[in-house]
């Protein structure tokens, strides 16, 4: 009986001798982390560089820890500007309910998990400032509105469409 407990233990313990470490040598080994890895919220751009952010408010009514806020300006042509959109990463979860809730793709989790400071105020900061939003784009042109004419003749046929009204 001793003598099958000493063989078991010693197979175990070659067959950890033989295994490669699980370990890295943290900082100057980084592990490769899986594609839907979940760390700091990060604001994403265009093409051209520019945010994609329209500051429509959804991810900061998605957030349950309310750390996002986002403050804006309105013009008179009603495009907007981005004051400031800060985050506090020192208290965000990393659930990614903002990144579900963005209908503009305009947010992501993102890889970065070095996250550690020495100045509690730098765990809050602004992943945009005093930029212009995006304009909402829309994925189809409103429908065209009947005339008055029209509207006042609907038995004389059936409405327009747009491609047909072009036509004519
Ligand atoms: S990941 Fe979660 S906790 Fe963090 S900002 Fe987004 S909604 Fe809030
Ligand atoms: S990040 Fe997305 S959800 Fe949040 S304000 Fe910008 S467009 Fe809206």
Request: with cysteine.
């Amino acid at each position: 009986m001793w003598g099958k407990g000493i063989l078991n233990g010693m197979r175990i313990t070659m067959r950890n001798m033989l295994r490669g470490p699980i370990t890295l040598k943290y900082p100057y080994e980084r592990a490769e982390l899986p594609e839907r890895a979940r760390w700091s919220v990060a604001a994403k751009y265009d093409a051209e560089g520019k945010p994609k952010c329209t500051a429509c408010m959804a991810c900061v009514r998605a957030c349950p820890d309310h750390i996002l806020d986002l403050e804006f300006t309105t013009r008179e042509d009603k495009t907007k500007h981005i004051e400031h959109y800060s985050y506090e990463v020192g208290a965000c979860m990393m659930c990614g309910l903002c990144v579900e809730a963005c209908p503009f793709d305009a947010i992501e989790m993102s890889h970065d998990y070095e996250l550690a400071c020495m100045v509690p105020e730098e765990l809050t900061y602004d992943l945009l400032s005093d930029v212009d939003a995006a304009p909402i784009k829309r994925a189809r042109p409103a429908a065209p509105k009947a005339t008055p004419a029209e509207a006042a003749s609907p038995e004389e046929g059936s409405p327009a469409t747009g491609q047909e009204a072009a036509d004519e």
